[in-house]
C-alpha cells in the first residue's frame, strides 16, 4: 500500500545533541510538510517542500533545518534540542490537482507521526 | 483571518449512539476544500472525510457525514452508529491557498470519547 513512513517512531536526545528524523513516502506526492504537535493541540506547520522549493514558517525557529534530497524523502533536522522542542513530529504529502498556489483539491496524508524526547 | 473554530473541547457518547460534531470557519476564499481528520491515540492523523465548498451535497463516508452549510460557514461532522474505535481527537481543517503550497488551518480539535 501506498503510504508516508516515518523512522524512528521514538527518539530520544540530550538537550543539545543533534537529531535527525526521517520521512519517506510511496504515493509520489510533490509536496511534503513537517509539523510539530504538542499533547492535545493541533498540529503547527513549521515548513514543506513543494517540490525542490523549500518553504518556511515565519516563526519556525532557526534551530529547525530541514532536507529534501529526492522526492521520496524529507528530513528534519533539530540543531540544538531544547526541552522545548519535546513532541510529536509529524510528515504529511500531498498532491494539489491545482497549479502552485492554485488552492484545489489538496488533501494531505500523515504519516504515523515521531515521538522525541529531550532529556 | 483565516481560521477554523471547534467549540467543543471534548464529547462524549454512548458506543451505538449519534454524535455530532461542530466546527465553523472563516475564509475570504470562495473555492475550497474543508476536512475531517480523526487522530486515535496511537496519534496517526487519518482522512475522515473531505468536502469541496463548490459542491452542494454533503459529503458523506459510511458512518461519517457532514452538515455543510456555506452561508453559515459551518462544517459539522456526524458520526451515526458510534463504536469504540471512534474515540479520538478529531480535527476540522480547510486547505489555505497560497503563493508557495498550500496549507492545512487547523481547528484545536475536539476530543470523542465513545462509551461502553
Known amino acids: 500500500d501506498a503510504m508516508v513512513i516515518q523512522n524512528p517512531r521514538y527518539q530520544v536526545t540530550q538537550f543539545g545533541k543533534p537529531v535527525t528524523l526521517s520521512c519517506s513516502q510511496t504515493l509520489n506526492h510533490n509536496v511534503m510538510y513537517w509539523y510539530q504537535q504538542k499533547s492535545s493541540q493541533a498540529p503547527k506547520l513549521l515548513f514543506h517542500?513543494?517540490?525542490?522549493?523549500f518553504n518556511n514558517e515565519a516563526d519556525t525557529p532557526d534551530n529547525f533545518q530541514s532536507r529534501r534530497p529526492n522526492t521520496s524523502f524529507c528530513f528534519l533536522d533539530i540543531r540544538s534540542p531544547g526541552l522545548g522542542d519535546a513532541a510529536m513530529y509529524l510528515c504529511a504529502t500531498s498532491r494539489p490537482t491545482w497549479g502552485r498556489g492554485g488552492g484545489g483539491t489538496d488533501t494531505q496524508y500523515f504519516g504515523p507521526g515521531t515521538r522525541l524526547t529531550v532529556l | 483571518a483565516q481560521t477554523v473554530t471547534q467549540s467543543q473541547p471534548e464529547m462524549s457518547v454512548q458506543e451505538a449512539e449519534t454524535v455530532t460534531l461542530s466546527c465553523t470557519y472563516d475564509?475570504?476564499?470562495?473555492?475550497?476544500?474543508l476536512f475531517w481528520y480523526k487522530q486515535p491515540p496511537s496519534r496517526q492523523m487519518i482522512l475522515v472525510i473531505r468536502q469541496e465548498a463548490y459542491k452542494q451535497q454533503n459529503a458523506t463516508e459510511n458512518r461519517f457525514s457532514v452538515n455543510f452549510q456555506k452561508a453559515a460557514k459551518s462544517f459539522s461532522l456526524k458520526i451515526s452508529d458510534s463504536q469504540l474505535g471512534d474515540t479520538a481527537m478529531y480535527f476540522c481543517a480547510f486547505v489555505l491557498r497560497g503563493e508557495y503550497g498550500n496549507k492545512l488551518v487547523f481547528g484545536a480539535g475536539t476530543i470523542l470519547r465513545v462509551k461502553s
Open positions: 517542500y513543494y517540490d525542490k522549493d
Open positions: 475564509t475570504s476564499e470562495s473555492n475550497y476544500y
